[in-house]
Each structure stands twice: as C-alpha cells, then as structure tokens.
C-alpha cells in the first residue's frame, strides 16, 4: 500500500532540477480556465483569495455551497499505469533506476481541496479544508537518480468585506488565519527500493505551523464604453499577504512562507449579442514579488516578467453556461462553468510554467470544481444597467446627499435629472414636511361656534 501511496504521490514530477510554480492558498479554476486573469473581475467566493474589493460588486443575494477541487497533470492520466506498475513491481535499485529512466522530463502534478464558503454581497466567509498541492521533479541519472518533492497543504478560516466608497470606487480586505505543514525534501533510488518501509509525511518535509494574514484590493469601474460594441471597464490594485506570514503561531521545522505580492488588473465588458451576453475580457500584470517567500521551489515570485501576464476571456450564454479561454504563462487555457442554483461546475484546461522562463518548462494540467448547496440563483454576470445607469442613480444620490448637508447657494442651479435638482427636492420636500400640520395623534377638529349678530344700538331695545 505504501509502495501505491509513494506512486501516487510520483504523479507529480519535472524534467529540470527546481520547481518554480507560484504556489498560492487556494486557485480558482474560473480564473485557471480564462488564463488566470481574475483580479479586475473577483465577482465570486474567490475574492477572498485574488481582489477582497470585489465582494462590493457581487450580484446575488446570498449563496452557501460546499465545493471540492482537483487537478491532475496530463502525463499523470497517461503514465498512472506506468507508475502504478513501477513502485509496485520494483524492488531493487537496479529496477527502479530502469523503469524511473522512461519517466524523465515528463512532468507530474497533483491537487485537491474543499473551500465551504458562504458569501453575499459585501461579505464572504470561507473554510478552506486541506488544499494540497504536490509536485516531483527527477534529477541526476543511473544510480544516482534523486526524486525532489515539494508538496504543502493549506486549512484555514477566509473573511473577507468590501464596500463601494465612492460612486463606482469599491474597496475590501480579507483576514485569513491559516495553517501550513509542508515543505521539500529529496528521495534516493535506495529509499525508493526500500519504499515498503517509506511513510509520507508532510511535516517531515518541513514542518507545519499556523499564521494571520491580510489582502488588500480595490475596483474601479468606468461605466461607459471606451471602445466599439463596450459598456464598461474595471480596473484594479491589489496586494496579497501583506503580512507575508512563516506561520509562526505553535510552530513545528520551517514550514513553506507566504509570498507578499501586487497585481493590477483591467477588465472590458461587452455588449450583450442574441443567446450570448456581457462577454469579460481581461488582462492581469500578476504577483509581483513585495517580499516574503525567496525560494523559487516553495512559491516565490521569481522568474522573468511574462510569467506575470495572464490573458482571459469569458462568455456567458443565458443564464447557466460559460466558455473560458486565455493565454496563461505563455500557455493556452480552456474552460467551461455551469452555474445553476444548487450547484456548480468547472472544468479547466491550463498550462504552468515551471522554469524560469516562459516556455522551458512547461506543465499542462487538468482540474475539475463541483459544488453542491443553495441560495439565489445566478443572475447574468453583468448588464447594462448595472454599470452606465447603476452608476448615474449613485452619482445623482450622492451629489444630492451632499447638496443637502452644504450651503445650497454654493451649489449651481441643475438641469432637471441632476444632483443639484434631485438635491433641491429633496431640501423643498424636508421643508414642507417641518411646516405642514401634524397628522399623527392631531386633536380632533371642533366646529367654530357661530358667529354673534352685531349689536344694534339705534334700537330701543
């Protein structure tokens, strides 16, 4: 059994000697099937782990589900037999080096993980149950052949909120407490040989620990189309683990650090067209190391700057079915989401760089989300309502609030439909409810008494 448990874990694997992958908390396969790019969109749970800003513009109601997620590397599907058969058959140096040799420079990766999550507009709360994410690379050659792990896995409670500050200006952040075992470590043929004695541990490859962390982010929306057949544009900032924590909290080795990083994000929204709707195309410039994690093997932002641009496009027909593409590291990415009111699916197709540059060492990946739960039911991504006029009824609300708190002859006279005008209601309307007379517990009216003749005094009366 050990021998099966140390192939499976073999299903992740490199053909160069380090591991360079941006290892993150937790991926939204969303944003993997439209190239990563997700920081200027965040409309769902998976705020709470690219921009927490975006909760400020989530269009349901409310929604609780409990998802599961995994992925696989493509010669993971097309070798499991191979391995399967390798690590249980082998029993010897000599048979290992043999059947290991056919393996090299077929790279191998594997995830999973839950994430319940309850979100609404303005506020998500997330419980992430070990995210895991593996992956080997073989090194040397012949006897001196040597199997680098590096696998962590991730648990924690997620909290994010946000809120519009300004019309069309929204901001949020996001507390995570998380735990962390995990690490890397180094796997000798001989040890292989022996594998009826290996035990997997991912404390022993590091160590585990626990910590606090924070993401900060912001959205900005320009309600108005730039560009031929648009409606609207977002832009975004975001700095994630700000605290970079080494989960320090009952700490046990050296577990695998946060990176601290920046992105920034841009989104176009499209015209509706027939069956298809709001089509999103984005572009992020991506983690940009601030510090934090330095090693390249456990998440750190390092390698050269295409490896930071992530390129998306989804389009949504009706109300339930999304198509997904975009360019990610270099790599073409595909994708499908079903939405639906009591669960969800995504499946992904993506491409990981795992050298330093792109092209060098790349890895292609299958991954699959299904979640299961209730709450409102998914309205159209965007419209145009929720942008050009959901805008201008902010703007005018706003100008009129202000109106009213400020000397209202600093203020121009306004066109009828503008802040000034909706203002000047608004002050006549306030003032007219102060004189009008009280209708509430008012004393019943009483007839006047009639009026008195007046006196006649030529009477001799």
Do not use: C
Not at 62 to 86: D, E, R, Y
Not at 106 to 111: M, Q, T, V, W, Y
């Amino acid at each position: 059994m050990k021998k099966l448990s140390l192939a499976l874990l073999l299903l992740v694997g490199s053909n160069s000697f380090a591991l360079n992958e941006y290892y993150s908390l937790s991926k939204s396969l969303r944003a993997m099937g439209m190239g990563g790019a997700f920081y200027a969109l965040s409309d769902d749970e998976y705020a709470l782990f690219y921009n927490p800003a975006g909760l400020s513009v989530y269009a349901q109601d409310w929604q609780f589900m409990v998802p599961i997620a995994a992925s696989l590397g493509t010669n993971a599907v097309s070798k499991f037999t191979t391995l399967k058969n390798t690590f249980e058959d082998s029993s010897d140096i000599n048979s290992v080096v043999t059947s290991l040799e056919p393996l090299r420079g077929n790279p191998f990766s594997f995830g999973a993980g839950l994430f319940p999550y309850y979100a609404q507009k303005n506020f998500a709360v997330g419980l992430l149950i070990g995210d895991t994410k593996a992956n080997f690379t073989l090194a040397g050659a012949g006897v001196d052949t040597e199997v680098r792990l590096t696998s962590m896995s991730d648990s924690g409670l997620f909290m994010g909120y946000a809120r519009e500050v300004y019309p069309n200006l929204h901001i949020g952040a996001t507390i995570k407490a998380v735990g962390r075992a995990g690490g890397k470590k180094t796997y000798g043929t001989l040890e292989i040989a022996q594998s009826s004695e290996f035990d997997f541990d991912l404390e022993e490859l590091g160590g585990y620990g626990a910590g606090i962390d924070l993401d900060f982010g912001a959205l900005y929306e320009i309600p108005v189309g730039l560009l031929p057949f648009t409606i609207g544009h977002r832009f975004s900032f975001t700095v994630n683990n700000l605290l970079a924590t080494d989960f320090s909290i009952a700490q046990s080795g050296t577990p695998p650090q946060l990176p601290r990083y920046a992105s920034v994000g841009m989104m176009t929204i499209f015209h509706k067209f027939g069956p298809i709707g709001n089509a999103k195309f984005l572009l992020d410039l991506a983690e940009f190391s601030l510090g934090g994690q330095s090693d390249p093997e456990l998440g750190a932002r390092t390698g050269s700057f295409w490896k930071h641009v992530n390129v998306g496009l989804e389009v949504p027909f009706y109300r339930m079915l999304a198509l997904r593409t975009g360019f990610h590291q270099g790599n073409f990415t595909a994708g499908v989401g079903i939405n639906a009111k009591y669960f969800k699916l995504d499946l992904a197709y993506y491409g990981v760089e795992r050298g330093k540059s792109i092209g060098t060492n790349t890895e292609h990946r299958l991954a699959m989300r299904l979640a299961f739960g209730m709450g409102s039911f998914n309205p159209p991504a965007i419209s145009e309502s929720s942008l050009a006029d959901s805008y201008k009824n902010k703007l005018e609300l706003y100008q009129a609030e202000k109106f009213v708190s400020e000397d209202p002859s600093k203020l121009g006279e306004g066109e009828k439909g503008t802040g000034a005008d909706l203002g000047k209601q608004l002050e006549e309307g306030t003032a007219q409810e102060a004189t009008a007379p009280p209708q509430v517990n008012a004393p019943a009216e009483t007839p006047a008494p009639a009026e008195e003749a007046p006196l006649d005094l030529t009477s001799p009366d």
